[in-house]
């Protein structure tokens, strides 16, 4: 097809009315129609599919291009939704086509252990009339200028290797909606939402809210700070809460803890870094991790904490709610370390200060250079360690 033309039709066609027809358009893409463009199907005179510039479509399950999306339309004389003769006729997973060329499906981005997301989608784009009932939903995700770092995603907590959505290409400043014409959040089940950063430095504009049946599922923006994720790449955070009917009798709309969130108890202490870039935040990454680990040769795996990714002249908090695991001094020692690559500390701006359990361990701004520099001379590096280190 030329760009910017217009084909009306583009083939004449003969629809037998008894019988029933699907329509698929695909964008390998990825992107949908920007700014211009869309597509218009009648039939007998209706109009039976409509795709116009910010519709969004579903990621296609095996597709020879991993960003390739679709949308969907069946008409003609259709069996309804849920009978057998319409379970006969349609594809498995109602709404999947299958592409021209097609390889083994494509799994998105790592995830956590207990949030793995490993395929992409086979729902349709919006749910058939009187299948089933869904709940009102609404979903807004607006990316910052690092529209690369994000994914979203959406699944039954006890199916989460098929997500219902699952979306990881965006445009910078862009605001990605879903609603319940492309999710069906049904009664009587548990449902999972995740976002994750890959960069690990969180919103510097935009956010991300869900909203189903009037209640605030989850709420993300610029000043919150995600979970360090594990499974991860080494920056990767993640923000996500359980909603639905998770645990008992079946309930209104609840939420849970994020999937890693850090177990709490009598011998739990509170921990807080705050870390303030200077003018070259790419000299500077951090660690946190327990001793025991580094004797294992398992720090970095294992790791409580990790930074590496900063902009100039920025604040970063982490508290006992972004380590996976309880901070217990009494049976434990921990070691920080800053490190700052130019081996010069923090030049005329910038901070770093570890406070556990009301004491403070660490705290150096401009000024301070009482770093250790590394035996290869790579690098300089401020060290403490605090808990059970006898």
Do not use: H
Not at 99 to 121: D, E, G, K, R
Not at 189 to 207: E, M, N, P
Request: contains cysteine; charged residues 15%.
């Amino acid at each position: 097809l030329d760009s910017f033309t217009s084909y009306s039709p583009l083939t004449p066609l003969c629809v037998d009315p008894a019988e029933c027809y699907r329509v698929v358009l695909f964008d390998s893409a990825g992107d949908g129609f920007v700014g211009s463009g869309g597509l218009v199907v009648e039939y007998d005179g209706t109009e039976v599919m409509r795709v116009e510039p910010g519709d969004i479509g579903v990621l296609c399950e095996g597709c020879t291009k991993a960003e390739t999306i679709y949308y969907v339309s069946e008409f003609g004389s259709c069996s309804p939704p849920g009978s057998s003769e319409a379970s006969s006729q349609q594809t498995p997973g109602f709404g999947t086509p299958t592409a021209p060329t097609t390889t083994a499906p494509i799994a998105p981005t790592s995830a956590p252990v207990t949030a793995a997301p490993v395929a992409v989608p086979a729902e349709p784009a919006s749910t058939p009339s009187g299948a089933t009932v869904c709940a009102d939903m609404s979903l807004s995700l607006q990316v910052d200028d690092s529209p690369n770092d994000y994914l979203i995603v959406l699944a039954e907590s006890d199916d989460v290797s098929n997500p219902m959505l699952s979306q990881n290409k965006f445009k910078a400043g862009e605001v990605f909606q879903a609603s319940q014409e492309d999710v069906c959040i049904q009664s009587g089940v548990c449902y999972l939402v995740i976002l994750f950063d890959d960069a690990g430095d969180g919103f510097t504009s935009g956010g991300l809210s869900l909203n189903v049946s009037g209640t605030e599922i989850l709420t993300v923006g610029p000043d919150d700070v995600g979970t360090i994720c594990m499974e991860c790449g080494p920056t990767t955070v993640f923000w996500g809460t359980e909603f639905g009917t998770c645990s008992g009798p079946e309930t209104t709309t609840t939420t849970a803890p994020a999937p890693t969130q850090a177990p709490t108890g009598s011998n739990c202490k509170s921990i807080e870094v705050t870390f303030v870039s200077d003018g070259t935040p790419e000299e500077n990454s951090m660690i946190m991790f327990d001793l025991a680990d580094l004797e294992d040769n398992n720090a970095i795996d294992n790791a409580l904490l990790v930074g590496n990714t900063f902009q100039a002249n920025t604040e970063y908090t982490a508290t006992e709610a972004s380590v996976p695991q309880c901070i217990d001094l009494d049976a434990a020692c921990y070691t920080f370390m800053l490190f700052d690559d130019g081996k010069n500390g923090f030049v005329d701006s910038g901070s770093i200060k570890v406070v556990a359990d009301g004491v403070t361990y660490l705290e150096k701004g401009p000024g301070d250079t009482d770093f250790t520099i590394a035996d290869d001379d790579s690098t300089a590096y401020w060290l403490t360690s605090f808990g059970n280190c006898a």
